[in-house]
């Protein structure tokens, strides 16, 4: 599961002497509880102020589809996807958030955001 | 009821050093009204920072449905569930909220939060 | 389970002369899974058009709560629940619709219907 | 409440030639359980094919209001409305509908209909 | 208010041998209470299957605009509007559904048809 | 109408030492217009942190519908239900929100709040 | 246009000591676009915090229905209503919101709002 | 224009001897106004039951794609998709569906459909 | 993917003397597309009613993930599904709906059923 | 590209002594993609505080028309919108906001604000 991160491709940021905000949310995403060994359901949002680079779209897609055979907790796949991201496009602040799908008559959300050091939220509008 | 919390079981939360938030969303919440003796019903909403614990999402679901038959009070069921979570997993942050069903035409809702001492919500993103 | 249908109480049709439709839904309905022994919750939907009586709506609050910790199949419990309130009141039709909340990400309805002799639902309005 | 219908208003149907639909909604019907002497509130569909006769908006509003502290059934109330509008205005067809507010975690319909015997609904478009 | 059916304009059907259908929804359509001179709001939707004519889309909404300060009720616009385009465009069948937004908690929709005599609706798919 | 005040029943908090917040929303409210005499229908929404005593459900539900037959306006109403629960129960802070159904094509929303000398609403999560 | 704000009443209020919120929604509001003299559909908001002065519901209806065939502008009106009001019950705080209809595609909202000199809107709860 | 229908792609359809149906909604359909130049978008529905051939979903996009800056009336193309895709891929039954957007207050569904000479649609489930 | 079926478990239909319907709606359905590889998402709707043998819902779940991996059209699965269930519990009617989610703008539902010789889905109420 | 500026016409701020805003959202842009050629579908939001010139509603129109046949990126259009709406305007504050339906499961939104040197958003209401 290390290698993930090589399927992120990013693209150079046109726009970099503006702070500004890209979201995307991918309602497919699917892993397998590495418990039960049955299927997870859930929606993927990211956000992210770009620094240099931006994620591109397609490779993203590739990157979520990865995890449809892997079993992984809810915990840790929000925070994996977080950190490989974070690496991929080195942005300036990033928000992963994770709704799951009922399962025992429980959904789950779990929401982990990376900021860098010369960043500071308080300057996005 | 004091050996409820027994049920709850936690594991390691493996991102200790980053602060993020889980929330479990219980939509089949059923306790018994002390005075009448008829079934309430509700939705728990559990939305935690976790420290070096995690709470095991079977055992909150057990942990819930133990309540089936408890007669209890909107007010204190609610606070109860925070202070048992809070004793089993030791959060940096924790927010219980109840939302209960029309009853004579009113419907409720109690929501209460624990922070612990070394905590500030403002670090929060 | 038999003597359940005992909890039922009717009352007079002031109107038999014509024929006309009366609905409950009670959407706080709970049993418990027979195999599992968790709980099941659903919704239960009551349609009839009465002939000499009507079902007395505090009764049959109480009937229904009755199946609280009852292990019975989704498929038992709608049709039961048919035949008690057909034997309790000998409506001129009646249909009965159990909703139940997903298990494993499958939700399930339930529907079945029952028409006296005399009667022709195409008499209906 | 045998006076009830004195209430209501009629004005001339000008296109008499014409089977048409008139559809009145009033959705802050209220009146008082027998039983309990608690409020009951809920929504009244009125939905008629007006033969030589229509009913005046502002005196249906008027008659409606009247239940507003009378003690009555479910039933009764949709049956006597139907009643009551029937007498005042000979409509070619009639359907009353009245959807009650939870009272205990259940709900209801109650919905009858009139239809005069030289009219035959299947000829409504 | 006569002339009101000479603001309409028409276009041939290209489709004559085919039996469709063409919806027109205006969802801001106001006209005036003629007795409290206050004014009323609604939606007109048109259906219709054209005979050898279909109504030019702007003309209509001139058509409409055109009742903006007229005083009439609510049954005489349905009917009205139902005659005007009969007698404007020839359609095998139409139908006009007037829906008011509420008025002292009720809100009212009129519903009438028109079939031309070579005409029948079962033919309709 | 001075009296009402004596309807509501308190009980004591038995999480004093912790600031939590109770939301209780009675959708069921009529008054009557003091002008026109016609009846009013809304929704009061009441939010409050408990001191040392809770409001009892059942009593407030009296209370409120103890405004059924009283000639009041929106303005004094949803004040007057603020003071009468701060008199009653001498929370740490209160808001009421009272939403009114639409008359005359306006709807009206009224919300007043009070704060104990001793609190502070920055101190709530 | 000028003579508008004579159609707008007040009453005095009540509760003068206290900081509190009214709200009306006036879903129902048109005017004429200057340029092409077609209607124009909206819904205007006015939130305000009474200093001695309230609006009269009634008379705030007959002004808004008092632009029915004024042609203005968006912009224009927004603001105008603001003066307008502001200048009729100088109110502590006051916000007018209009929301208009889609016009080629394209929704549009103008939102103005006006602060008393001594007050703070930081003291609003 | 004529062409447009050597766009669309079929395969053969595996389950010829039952009839079963296949809808296809295409929410991102553009065309051009030909009377004023300005873009028009709706939704398009397909429902089919097909006889030995089925449509090509990737060919059915690029088929609608090639209308995006073709001037073309709604009744129109609704029927010319009809018959090409009949042409295409010879359908039991067939039916099309094209929801337009807002044009000056007023939104137009048409709707049109083909029955091969040996079906009857009665014959659906 | 011939053996699929195998997964399938029955249990007795306990009310065999009586037509009633049962539906099971499974929102978390994914395959993969046979031409491009990429994951498609659906809900499938299965709607039968009983013969001598219902479909127990756990092995349901397990047949409907073993697609999980599996290269296949929507209109394929869509008719083996059905023939798979109706292989394994020889039901008197069964319809099964496939909804899919958007590709390239367009979403398709596939819908098909199987009626038992000595049925007429007429005699359902 | 370049000259798309152009298309934008301005008129006066009346008000230009308030800091007010303006919301306009056009639901129906579209451009195409330069990787695929695909079209590309979604909702422009502008909002604004103007200073001495407002953006005409028309124009805005035309504009945002200009991009239908335009390659161009969902991170690109958004700025350059941005870029050229403060070029023709001078606003106070701007920010655009650009939603665009889903491709490949993932939908996304780009955000980016533009505030002029003198003007500090916290002085917004």
């Excluded at 970099?16 to 995307?24: G, L």
């Excluded at 240099?52 to 589809?65: M, W």
């Amino acid at each position: 599961m290390k290698d993930k991160v090589k399927i992120i491709e990013v693209f150079e940021n046109e726009y970099i002497e503006r702070d500004y905000e890209i979201t995307h949310t991918a309602s497919e995403f699917t892993s397998v509880c590495p418990k039960t060994g049955q299927p997870d359901f859930g929606t993927i949002t990211i956000e992210y102020t770009p620094d240099i680079l931006c994620i591109e779209l397609k490779s993203l897609k590739l990157y979520l589809n990865s995890y449809r055979n892997e079993g992984i907790y809810y915990e840790s796949v929000t925070n994996k996807i977080l950190d490989d991201l974070v690496e991929a496009c080195h942005p300036r602040f990033m928000r992963v958030v994770a709704e799951f799908k009922t399962r025992g008559g429980i959904s789950s959300v779990i929401e982990a955001a990376y900021e860098s050091d010369e960043f500071d939220t308080d300057d996005l509008f």
